[in-house]
Nanobody, 125 residues
Framework: QVQLVESGGGLVQAGGSLRLSCAASGRTNSRYSMGWFRQAPGKEREFVAAISWSGGRTYYPDSVKGRFTISRDNAKNTVYLQMNSLKPEDTAVYYC??????????????????WGQGTQVTVSP
């Protein structure tokens, strides 16, 4: 089992930045690709970013490409999501997830095996 805990959410004005962190504990000696998803009120969960185990490959949807950057520090068992140029439509609960396929980098939430509890990001106009 892997436990994931997100942090770093909060309230920010449009155009601002936040950095989310996702700390993993438990079976961290296993290798996982990681992803970030978000869910706004009344909407389905949406893929935001993914990164391979090595960190050498990343994947973003067009909605965040160029504004968000996913990275990881395997020595610290932590994945990050740097979010710049935030927009009100980025408001959501953000979740990190772990996929036992180390090269998975999938946008399909069903492919992920472990999930955090989420952290709220609110972007004011």
């Amino acid at each position: 089992q892997v436990q994931l805990v997100e942090s770093g959410g909060g309230l920010v004005q449009a155009g601002g930045s936040l950095r989310l962190s996702c700390a993993a504990s438990g079976r961290t000696n296993s290798r996982y690709s990681m992803g970030w998803f978000r869910q706004a009120p009344g909407k389905e969960r949406e893929f935001v970013a993914a990164i391979s185990w090595s960190g050498g490959r990343t994947y973003y949807p067009d909605s965040v490409k160029g504004r968000f950057t996913i990275s990881r520090d395997n020595a610290k068992n932590t994945v990050y999501l740097q979010m710049n140029s935030l927009k009100p439509e980025d408001t959501a609960v953000y979740y990190c997830a772990a996929d036992r396929d180390i090269a998975g980098m999938t946008a399909n939430e069903k492919d992920y095996d472990y999930w955090g509890q989420g952290t709220q990001v609110t972007v004011s106009p």
